[in-house]
């Protein structure tokens, strides 16, 4: 299913006070714990982004994406889009355009493969954007 997802939403790149940021789709038919999502790759105009500058955003909270494998008790819900909130102060600048390229993984808790492995989901997808 996720090859037919399109994870970045169109528009929405945008700038913030301290960075820019957009969101992406839930590349799954099911609701998901964040604990099952992983953030493996993101580059802006073919630029990797450290990943310690990368905060995902979600039912109203925000979290270094280093922190989301603890977050089992928070969903990411099918219809909802999630933020990719990035630390890089003027780094994009309103009316620019960028290529954002994102590579996510997840994890489904109720598909167990193996001793402590469990089915896991990959997507990459690739939008150039008009900063707004």
Same mark, same amino acid.
């Given at each position: 299913? &996720? ?7 169109? /528009? ?22 964040? !604990? ?9 105009? &073919?630029?990797?982004?450290? !990943? ?11 979290? $270094?994406?280093?922190?989301?494998v ?12 999630? &933020? ?10 309103? &009316? ?12 489904? $808790?109720?598909? /167990?493969?193996? $001793?402590?492995?469990?089915?896991? /989901? ?7 954007q008009?900063?707004?």
């Amino acid at each position: 299913m &996720g090859a037919s997802v399109k994870l970045i939403r169109e /528009n929405s790149l945008r700038v913030e006070a301290t960075g820019y940021a957009f969101d992406i789709r839930l590349n799954w038919y099911r609701s998901l714990p964040l !604990s099952s999502v992983d953030i493996l790759s993101l580059k802006v105009d &073919g630029e990797q982004v450290p !990943s310690d500058q990368i905060y995902f955003q979600v039912n109203g909270h925000t979290y $270094p994406i280093q922190e989301l494998v603890e977050r089992f008790e928070e969903l990411w819900f099918v219809q909802d889009s999630a &933020g990719l909130f990035v630390h890089q102060p003027g780094k994009v600048q309103s &009316g620019t355009v960028h290529t954002l390229e994102a590579e996510v993984s997840l994890r489904f $808790p109720y598909m /167990n493969i193996g $001793p402590g492995k469990f089915l896991t /989901n990959v997507t990459k997808f690739a939008s150039t954007q008009i900063a707004r």
